[in-house]
Each structure stands twice: as structure tokens, then as C-alpha cells.
């Protein structure tokens, strides 16, 4: 369907994961359990973290509360749109919903990699300087990182869009993904893109890139570090990391996959957007919690304080 050159398109039509009706049904109840317990999962985390003091005043746990209530955010700017588009014959987005969605996603996608750094300095710290371990990371030190991992996402976000705001489009119109995604978007500008491309792949996936190598090479270091000091700790130390190691490969590696390659359509660039929408933050919550002893107690201190104070009123 090639429309006239002049006529400005004002939405996009996804083609979503598949086009099997009885498959779409299957994937709808899928991804909206998977929803359910990301949001459940996160927001247990986040409600544990911000009421237990303990929790709380733990640099650890102050980043991954909020690794959670970003991680809830990216899955709520791509996943209901898209489970509900499982149900729809027409999956359409308007051209201001599409922009929105891709200025959140990597809003709070930049955000993510700057923490998921912010807690690997932490990490470091911990392991190899244990000493001045809560001299360094005190409360204006946690606050001033978070923030800056909100800053950095502003930025790398609006470097992107400032330009992308501002393409013509005028048809086709289809988005063969599951929600707007940058590459797949600007194939479909009527105009030159080919400076814009480059950006990307310098803003988004050379970014990723070198976030994934430097958080490769502070887990090393971490790992060495340990070993050389006793072999009993490295156990330890692999245990905890191990899980750290999970969620960013699982996370940056679609994303390099991705942004690096952008403009060579490969259609599994669908199947892999899923993982940083869908699989990454409903892990976050299994690998901290299920396997961490001192959040199932903050959970169950939680429970009784709520409890008791049911009793007195
Ligand atoms: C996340 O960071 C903000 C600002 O630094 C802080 O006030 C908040 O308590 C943190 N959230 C959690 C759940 O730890």
C-alpha cells in the first residue's frame, strides 16, 4: 500500500509477534501474566525497600529499589499497549503515540544502564574497599547518582528525538514490531535519514556497547580482586555477581544487538525487544529476591509491623 507522496500520516500500524490468531491468544495470556508479576514483583520490591530503615539505608538495596520502579516503568510503556494489540485485529498507535513511546523508552532505558553502572561502582566498592565503603557511598553520594542516572537518560534520549520530532512522514506506514522502536521508525521517514542512523548507532548502540564492556571489566576486576585476597571469598563473590552478570547480558545484549545493527532489517529484532521490555524486569525481582535472605526478612518484618499495627487501631 504506497500512498501519495504529499499526504502526512498521522498514525503507524504494528504488525506485533506474529499473525496466527490461535497464537496471538497464546502470547495475550502470556504477556499479561508476565505483566502482572512485573509489576507485583517491583513494586514489592520498591514498597519493602522504602519502608523497611534498614533496607533502605543500605546503598544496595537504596539503587536496586530503584532499578525496580524503572524497570516497572520501561515494562508500562511497551507492554500493556502490547497485550492488548494481541486482541486487535488493527494494531495501530498514533504518530504522537508512537514518539512518546520511544522518548519513555530510552528516558528511562538510558536511565537503567546508568544505574546498573552506578551499582556495579557500588559493588566494587564494597568488595574492594570495604573500609571506606559508607564514607563513599553516604546518602548525598546515592541521592546525586540517582539523579544523574535521570539526567543522563534525559539527555540521551532528547539527542535522539529533537530529530526525530521533526521527520516528515508520509506512508508506509508499518512498524513490523511490537511497539515503536527508533530504527524502525525512521526507515519510514520520506526524507534522508542517513545522519540520523549514524546517530543512533552512536547514541544508542555504541552507548550500550561500551556500558556492557565497562560493567564486564568492573566484575572482573571485582573477581580478581577477591580471589587474590582469599579463594574462599570468590564463591561468594561469584554467587553475587553471577546474578548481576545475568540481568546485563540479558539486558544490553538485544540492546547492542539491536542499535548497533539497526538498519539491516532483521526481523528477530522484534523477539529480542521483548527481552529488555518483558524479560528483564520480571527477573530483576526473582534474582533479588526469591535468593536474598536479608529482603525475604525485611518482607516478613514488613508483614508483622503491618499486622500488629492492624491489632492496635
Ligand atoms: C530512589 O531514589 C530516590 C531519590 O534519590 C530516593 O528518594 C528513593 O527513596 C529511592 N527509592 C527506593 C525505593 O529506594
Known amino acids: 500500500m504506497k500512498m501519495v507522496n504529499s499526504s502526512k500520516i498521522s498514525e ?61 516503568s520501561i515494562s508500562t510503556i511497551t507492554t500493556p499497549k502490547m497485550v492488548t494489540d494481541f486482541l486487535r485485529e488493527n494494531k495501530i498507535i498514533s504518530l504522537w503515540g508512537c514518539m512518546a513511546q520511544m522518548f519513555f523508552l530510552h528516558f528511562l532505558g538510558g536511565s537503567e544502564m546508568t544505574l546498573l553502572i552506578v551499582m556495579a561502582v557500588d559493588r566494587y566498592i564494597a568488595i574492594c574497599k570495604p573500609l571506606h565503603y559508607t564514607t563513599i557511598m553516604n546518602r548525598r553520594v546515592l541521592t546525586g547518582s540517582v539523579l544523574l542516572s535521570w539526567a543522563i537518560g534525559f539527555v540521551h534520549t532528547m539527542s535522539q528525538m529533537v530529530f ?42 555504541l552507548l550500550s556497547f561500551i556500558c556492557f564492556i565497562l560493567l564486564l571489566i568492573s566484575y572482573i576486576v571485582i573477581l580478581v580482586t577477591v580471589q587474590r585476597r582469599s579463594s574462599g571469598g570468590l564463591s561468594k563473590a561469584l554467587s553475587t555477581l553471577s546474578a548481576h552478570i545475568t540481568v546485563v547480558t540479558l539486558f544490553f545484549g538485544p540492546c547492542i544487538f539491536i542499535y548497533a545493527w539497526p538498519f539491516s532489517s532483521f526481523s528477530v529484532d522484534k523477539f529480542l525487544s521483548v527481552f529488555y521490555s518483558v524479560i528483564t524486569p520480571l527477573l530483576n525481582p526473582i534474582i533479588y529476591t526469591l535468593r536474598n535472605q536479608e529482603m525475604k526478612a525485611a518482607m516478613s518484618r514488613l508483614r508483622t509491623q503491618h499486622v500488629s499495627s492492624r491489632q492496635t487501631f
Not at 513494586?43 to 516497572?72: A, E, K, Q, R, W
Not at 508520509?170 to 542512523?197: H, M, Q, R
Request: overall charge negative; charged content about 10%; aromatic content about 12%.
Open 12 to 72: 503507524f500500524v504494528l504488525l506485533g509477534l506474529t499473525n496466527t490468531r490461535e497464537l496471538e491468544i497464546i502470547f495475550f495470556f502470556i504477556f499479561l501474566l508476565a505483566y502482572a508479576a512485573i509489576m507485583a514483583g517491583n513494586l514489592l520490591i520498591v514498597v519493602t525497600i522504602t519502608f523497611d530503615s534498614h533496607l533502605h539505608s543500605t546503598p544496595m538495596y537504596f539503587l536496586l529499589g530503584n532499578l525496580s520502579f524503572l524497570d516497572m
Open 164 to 205: 526525530t520530532i521533526t521527520l516528515p512522514f508520509c506512508g508506509p506506514n508499518v512498524v513490523d514490531s511490537i511497539f515503536c522502536d527508533l530504527p524502525l521508525v525512521l526507515k519510514l521517514a520520506c526524507t534522508e535519514t542517513y545522519v540520523l542512523e549514524l546517530l543512533v548507532i552512536a547514541d544508542s548502540g
